[in-house]
């Protein structure tokens, strides 16, 4: 198979955007704790966190949801649960792209019970004609098509993370 990018979002639009989600955040909280999902939202936390002129703190958790190796059963198993305590912090999870709502919604409701002062979900891209489960973003960075989109911390097959743009991949036999 051949693989083919084209770019949807360009790297100067993502990195416009990403500071604009900076100074709303900046203007909204005295300091926050990131919580980056595992793999994907590395890049997109990193550039967030640098832009940010508030106190910020960040930890990590790992989560996949398992079925047949084709499709998510809609289980979501923690693989890396918090390292410190989010009781009483302004808590703000930062996700790569939100489609069905399942991680999401399942991870929101985990940290929640957490005690976290307040609790936001963010994500750089949101493919809305993908949802199955209802996830309210507080803030998001672009909304896209449903398209299999790589970048800025996307993959496939574990390619294409480094990408400085959103591009959408195209696989045709050579």
């Known amino acids: 198979m051949k693989e083919t990018i084209s770019v949807l979002i360009s790297k100067e ?5 990403i500071g604009e989600m900076a100074a709303e955040i900046d203007a909204k909280y005295e300091s926050v704790h990131l919580i980056g999902i595992l793999k994907g939202s590395v890049f997109f936390l990193c550039e967030l966190a640098e832009r940010l002129t508030i106190p910020v703190t960040m930890d990590f958790i790992s989560v996949s949801s398992y079925g047949d190796g084709t499709s998510s059963s809609g289980i979501v198993k923690f693989n890396k649960d918090l390292d410190d305590s989010i009781e009483g912090k ?3 999870v930062v996700e790569d792209i939100l489609d069905s709502g399942r991680t999401l919604s ?17 994500t750089l891209l949101d493919k809305p004609e993908r949802r199955v489960v209802p996830v309210e973003l507080d803030m998001t960075g672009f909304v896209i098509p449903d398209e299999f989109v790589v970048g800025y911390g996307l993959d496939y097959a574990q390619k294409y993370r ?10 045709t036999e050579e």
């Open 106 to 122: 399942y991870v929101k409701s985990v940290l929640e019970g957490k005690g976290p002062a307040n609790l936001s979900i963010i």
């Open 90 to 92: 302004n808590v703000i």
């Open 13 to 17: 639009d993502v990195e416009k955007r």
């Open 162 to 171: 480094n990408l400085p743009y959103i591009g959408v991949l195209s696989l």
